[in-house]
């Protein structure tokens, strides 16, 4: 089956630095979404990644390892207005995207 | 309208009635999707369609059926509702191709009772 997991719920402080990790296993990889999404909205897109590597968006920044299944969205210099849910999703062979539960992010002052 | 485009925002439905959930975007996307979205779950695909006259199942298609009459628009319809169908529903469009994300509408929060 096809499955994408990520940590249920993070804390982090103000100003701080965090990493939220996403593993993978899928029929067929076609690329990496992440999205935020903070409550009672609707998701919005983040990064993508399609090679491994780093991309860099900012504050936020996304790495793919496609060998190990494997992809984090690192979030520098936190905001209170970055506390959101962060989901991951896959885009398979069939060109549909499979979405990991998302990561719930709680900043602290 | 701008962007992607749902309606209504939330609804309370009788279990047994009928539903429509509306979806309309202005963005020329040809692909559409409907997920549903449930506390500790990810979002799950209902159906989709890739272009304007073809729809598609997902995941949890069942229950749910969709029409893509033009590109514009792409309406879900639950035939009888069930309290299983209590859910935040998503409507979202993309363009093909490699690379290109997916815009979601506000959503609709519906709950069968």
């Known amino acids: 089956g096809q499955n994408i997991d990520q940590p249920t719920e993070m804390t982090a402080t103000e100003g701080a630095i965090v990493q939220i990790n996403c593993t993978y296993q899928?029929?067929?990889?076609?690329?990496l979404f992440w999205y935020q999404q903070h409550a009672g909205e609707a998701p919005t897109f983040l990064s993508y990644?399609?090679l491994d590597g780093l991309e860099e968006k900012g504050r936020f920044s996304s790495f793919l390892s496609r060998s190990k299944g494997y992809s984090y969205l690192l979030l520098k210099e936190l905001q209170m207005k970055d506390s959101a849910s962060y989901l991951c999703?896959?885009?398979?062979?069939?060109?549909?995207?499979?979405w990991g539960a998302g990561t719930k992010l709680i900043i602290k002052p | 309208i701008a962007g992607i485009t749902q309606a209504p925002t939330s609804q309370i439905l009788a279990a047994g009635r009928r539903m429509t959930l509306r979806c309309t975007q202005d963005?020329?996307?040809?692909?559409m999707y409907w997920y549903r979205q449930d506390l500790g779950l990810g979002l799950r695909l209902i159906h989709y369609?890739?272009?304007?006259?073809?729809?598609g199942k997902g995941e949890v298609p069942d229950g749910y059926s969709v029409s893509r009459a033009n590109t514009d628009d792409f309406p879900l319809t639950l035939a009888s509702a069930v309290p299983s169908q209590t859910s935040v529903y998503f409507c979202?469009?993309?363009?093909?191709?490699?690379?290109?994300?997916?815009?979601f509408g506000q959503g609709t929060r519906l709950t069968v009772v």
């Open positions: 963005m020329r996307h040809n692909a």
């Open positions: 979202a469009s993309s363009m093909e191709g490699e690379g290109t994300e997916a815009f």
């Open positions: 899928t029929s067929g990889f076609n690329g």
């Open positions: 369609s890739n272009t304007a006259g073809t729809t």
């Open positions: 990644n399609v």
């Open positions: 999703a896959v885009r398979d062979s069939n060109y549909q995207l499979i």
